[in-house]
């Protein structure tokens, strides 16, 4: 999968799609999903042009990878979820369902969330 600079998340980014925004800064933006699985599912994108995980870890270097990840603890902790937990999940490639070709990472929380896959019993 090639980057696409008319995907919806650089649209977003550029600000020419509107989104509500959760955290913006120079390298990175926080989002509300639109078609939230959770109470609280938050969509955190790199600004760079990054198609995935592997390209990201990749190619970024290790203070924006750091930084990325430093941010994303930050942004949990604002919505509460660091105190009950929250789920993180990339998506890469077509077995994994990445529908956007824009590394980004779900925040998710609010509720219990079950298992990881269908028919996965809650992990304690």
């Known amino acids: 999968m090639s980057y696409d600079k008319n995907n919806i998340f650089a649209k977003i980014i550029r600000g020419e799609i509107p989104a509500k925004k959760v955290h913006e800064d120079e390298n990175i933006l926080a989002i509300r999903d639109i078609s939230a699985a959770a109470p609280v599912h938050v969509l955190v994108?790199?600004?760079g042009e990054y198609v995935s995980f592997a390209d990201f870890s990749a190619t970024?270097?290790?203070?924006a990878i750091a930084n990325f990840f430093t941010t994303i603890g930050l942004i949990a902790h604002q919505l509460g979820?660091?105190?009950t937990g929250?789920?993180?999940i990339a998506n890469h490639g077509g077995d994994a369902s990445q529908s956007v070709p824009h590394f980004h990472v779900h925040l998710l929380g609010g509720?219990?969330?079950g298992g990881l896959l269908p028919?996965?019993?809650l992990e304690r």
């Open 45 to 47: 994108m790199p600004k």
């Open 60 to 63: 970024a270097s290790p203070e």
């Open 81 to 83: 979820v660091n105190k």
């Open 86 to 88: 929250y789920r993180l």
């Open 111 to 113: 509720r219990a969330l």
């Open 119 to 121: 028919g996965d019993t």
